[in-house]
């Protein structure tokens, strides 16, 4: 979604706006610009397209913008408007500059007044709006900072603004209303803005997260906050961030998404650590905090999700009704908002979002918060607005995640839920039964199970550094298929929800077209899909599945399918059924074979990525927080 950054202070304010702007790509945006103050006169460079553009507009008039020391930028993805340089932020109106992120609602309206008013706007967007209605409340003889509050009233909608004025040189005022916004005291005189941590953190590690109704008065002299309806001063404190500049850099690597998967193990470490506490000796201890009382004293519980960590929710499911044997359901945020969906007394309603600032999950945490549900929320993201409102919140620490595809928020998020899952278990004293229909298979005990999730960071980077053949099997299978027509992704139990995630991220970086399906719904449709020029991925690790799974694969087989088939070391049989085979490590319970499964599949996508000649770490039309509905 949109990026602002704002600074005024000492520093020369283009390179970090621009530094800034960087910084905030991997939220998606397709036209770029900044506005910058030159001897007391504001200036706008703006252009469609990536960043570089709007840089090649400075060249060459270094001169304007040596003295610059206050300024404001944004990136902007396209809601309203094409994503044109007249579109594109900052818009000015007259002497007033904004950048915003968000919807105006009512914005239709407000521009009909403002045309009637004789006010010429000159974008399709509705951003552009709110400059005037600032320069209408200045030119009444209001002070930015009550002009931006008066005018921001007239407004419905969730969105952030930033603004400047020629009347009042060297101020950056902004306003948090639902985007989220943050900002930071320059420790050498100023301030910074910006729409989440990543710009500041090279600055300072002390980051101040905006409340909703939060206004933001940045000047050479730091920040002063105030109340967006009263304008009564308000004291807001700063949190110390854990996230250094180099985690945020690709560290060696060709792309973040690579060194992201890379960084899974380091990431599960971090989250088993934030989540359990292992000093204890019990197996399953998570420590001490309000959301393992809301998940102990849950009836039943919903996941509310989207995406990527939607498909986490679902493994969630597997993975506690297997364990605790509690009811879980598991919902699209997008649709559970918009039904009138009934949820059980005593259910929990989990919010599952690694940016923490879904839109859609946010509205189902509010709604049901306001039904009177108790809610939990995990994210990656501290200070985010899940985090905030939910009653309770769990942190993965996967740190953070510049590539727009989901990786190692995802397998994070998955510990956290398994996590979850052996504690419920624990504290219901579940029975560790056989699953369905596998009377045979001897599940382990919680203790075991525990000892096993401690060894799985070690597997996943055994299974990367390469030396049982899985990634040069990845890279093979991708180099063969490069330009087969399309892909299933077929698996059963806790190999569906990775079938998903793995066709998921095929399309989403490689422009394929793939689905994600459970192996025994494809007689049900599918298959007439299905011949030579289909490729299909086939999860079927050593689990209570296997058999019925490879009964699957035979029949696409059949077909003329090529077959990738992601399955135990030692299945022979397996191997000799498929036209490419990715050897899985095995594990003393078939709960954790997602987390390998997950490397492979998310390693497919990128060798297909890099073969198709795609932007990895941003594709095309997507963006990393998704905070509109
Ligand atoms: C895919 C991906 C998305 C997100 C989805 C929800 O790689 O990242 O599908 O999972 O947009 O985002 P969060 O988890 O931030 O709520």
Redesign the pocket.
């Known amino acids: 979604m949109c990026g602002i950054v704002g600074y005024v202070g000492k520093r020369p304010a283009i390179d970090i706006l621009l530094k800034g702007l960087k910084r905030l790509e991997y939220r998606g945006y397709d036209s770029a610009g900044v506005a910058f103050f030159s001897r007391g006169k504001l200036e706008v460079r703006k252009s469609q397209g990536k960043l570089e553009n709007v840089e090649r507009l400075m060249d060459g008039s270094s001169e304007l913008f040596a003295d610059a020391h206050c300024g404001i930028g944004h990136t902007r993805w396209a809601t309203h408007g094409k994503p044109t340089t007249q579109n594109a932020h900052p818009h000015r109106a007259g002497h007033v500059v904004i950048v915003h992120n968000g919807i105006i609602e009512n914005y239709q309206e407000i521009k009909a007044e403002l045309i009637s008013r004789g006010h010429k706007p000159e974008s399709e967007t509705d951003s552009e709006l709110f400059g005037f209605l600032v320069l209408e409340a200045m030119e009444k003889g209001q002070d930015l900072v009550t002009a931006v509050r008066t005018s921001f009233a007239h407004l419905e909608g969730a969105c952030s603004v930033v603004v400047m004025s020629e009347r009042e040189p060297g101020k950056v005022v902004g306003v948090r209303n639902g985007s989220p916004m943050a900002a930071a005291f320059d420790p050498q005189g100023g301030a910074i803005l910006a729409s989440d941590a990543q710009p500041i953190l090279e600055y300072t590690k002390e980051v101040i997260f905006l409340e909703n109704g939060d206004v933001v008065v940045g000047t050479e002299k730091g920040l002063a906050f105030f109340d967006l309806k009263t304008g009564a001063p308000l004291d807001r404190v700063g949190e110390i961030l854990d996230w250094s500049v180099d985690k945020i850099d690709k560290g060696g690597f060709p792309h973040f998404m690579l060194k992201e998967i890379h960084e899974q193990p380091a990431a599960l470490v971090d989250t088993l650590n934030g989540i359990m506490d292992r000093v204890k000796t019990n197996p399953f201890p998570l420590a001490a905090q309000p959301g393992a009382d809301l998940l102990r004293t849950a009836k039943e519980i919903t996941f509310v999700?989207?995406?990527?960590?939607w498909h986490a929710a679902l493994l969630g499911k597997y993975w506690i009704e297997r364990f605790a044997r509690i009811p879980v359901n598991v919902e699209l945020a997008s649709e559970f908002r918009y039904r009138d969906p009934v949820l059980a007394p005593g259910a929990l309603v989990i919010g599952?979002?690694?940016?923490?600032?879904?839109a859609d999950?946010l509205a189902v945490i509010r709604d049901v918060k306001k039904r009177g549900f108790k809610t939990l929320g995990l994210t990656n993201v501290r200070g985010s607005t899940l985090s905030r409102e939910a009653d309770a919140i769990f942190y993965t620490s996967a740190g953070p995640e510049i590539g727009?595809?989901?990786t190692k928020?995802f397998t994070t998020q998955m510990l956290a839920v398994l996590l979850w899952a052996g504690y419920l278990g624990i504290e219901h004293k579940a029975p560790r039964t056989s699953p369905a229909g596998t009377p045979n298979a001897k599940p382990i005990s919680f203790e075991e199970l525990f000892h096993e999730i401690v060894k799985l960071p070690h597997q996943i980077k055994e299974c990367l550094d390469d030396p049982q053949g899985m990634i040069t099997a990845v890279r093979s299978a991708a180099k063969q298929l490069q330009n087969i027509k399309g892909f299933f992704f077929i698996g059963r139990g806790f190999s569906y929800p990775i079938a998903l995630e793995g066709a998921?991220?095929l399309k989403?970086i490689a422009y394929v077209h793939a689905e994600g399906y459970a192996a025994g719904e494809l007689k049900h449709g599918p298959i007439a899909m299905i011949d030579q020029d289909m490729a299909v991925v086939v999860l079927a690790p050593q689990d209570s599945w296997r058999d019925k799974t490879v009964s699957n694969l035979e029949e696409v087989k059949a077909r003329g399918a090529k077959i990738v088939a992601i399955g135990g070391t030692h299945d022979q049989n397996l191997k000799n059924l498929s036209d490419f085979w990715i050897p899985l490590p095995a594990q003393k319970d078939e709960s954790l074979l997602p987390f390998l499964m997950t490397a492979a599949v998310q390693m497919l996508s990128y060798e297909l990525a890099l073969l198709k000649g795609t932007d990895v770490d941003k594709p095309r039309n997507l963006a990393k927080?998704?905070t509109v509905e």
């Open positions: 999700a989207c995406g990527t960590s599952m979002s690694q940016s923490g600032e879904t999950t727009v595809a989901a928020t998921l991220k989403e927080s998704v």
